[in-house]
């Protein structure tokens, strides 16, 4: 759940964006503003909760300024860059973007350990690879033909699912060691 919750603006891009891009980005903006709102308040901002405020209200200030940028067509391979570059910057910073999904459901004890740690820091690879996978394939069927929206958002699709299914598969089995560990 707090994957969905943190993804939250990607997903009403995603969903909202066939319909008008300027709907899809000012929806995500405004979504993107509350949810960091709420972490200012809570202390707990985030990487990607700060890229994806400041990705979408540049793009929905682009897509109100000038409905006719050509920038619309490609703003499906810079979504992707752009969490791709957060969770690639996350990891080099040693802070792996996923810490903030984790910590929400593991034990504080656990937190620092660097078993824990290692967990996350390959969980966030798997989306960044993810994320660059999305954003080179939307780039491919843009260049080929922007107006493909079909091929389009398949491409956006899968860049969440896949993730998202591998490193459910992924933290599974990890889980499973530790409790094994742990008897």
């Known amino acids: 759940m707090n994957y969905v919750r943190g993804f939250a603006p990607w997903l009403c891009y995603a969903a909202l964006s066939p319909v008008d891009w300027r709907l899809g980005t000012s929806a995500a903006a405004l979504v993107a503003l509350y949810l960091l709102a709420h972490q200012l308040r809570a202390r707990t901002v985030d990487l990607l909760g700060a890229a994806t405020c400041g990705f979408f209200v540049v793009m929905a200030a682009v897509a109100l300024a000038d409905p006719g940028s050509a920038l619309q067509h490609w703003i499906c391979a810079l979504a992707n860059a752009t969490l791709a570059a957060t969770a690639l910057a996350s990891i080099a910073a040693r802070r792996p973007f996923t810490l903030a999904f984790a910590r929400a459901e593991v034990p504080r004890e656990f937190w620092d350990s ?5 967990f996350n ?63």
């Not at 660097?114 to 290692?118: E, Q, T």
């Not at 079909?150 to 530790?178: D, E, I, M, N, S």
Request: contains cysteine.
């Open 121 to 183: 820091m390959v969980l966030t690879a798997i989306w960044a690879g993810g994320f660059t996978l999305g954003a080179l394939a939307c780039a491919a069927v843009v260049d080929y033909d922007h107006s493909a929206t079909a091929p389009l958002v398949t491409a956006q699709v899968l860049a969440f699912v896949l993730p998202f299914t591998v490193g459910g598969r992924y933290a599974a089995r990890a889980k499973a060691r530790a409790a094994h560990a742990l008897a």
């Open 114 to 118: 660097p078993r824990f740690i290692r």
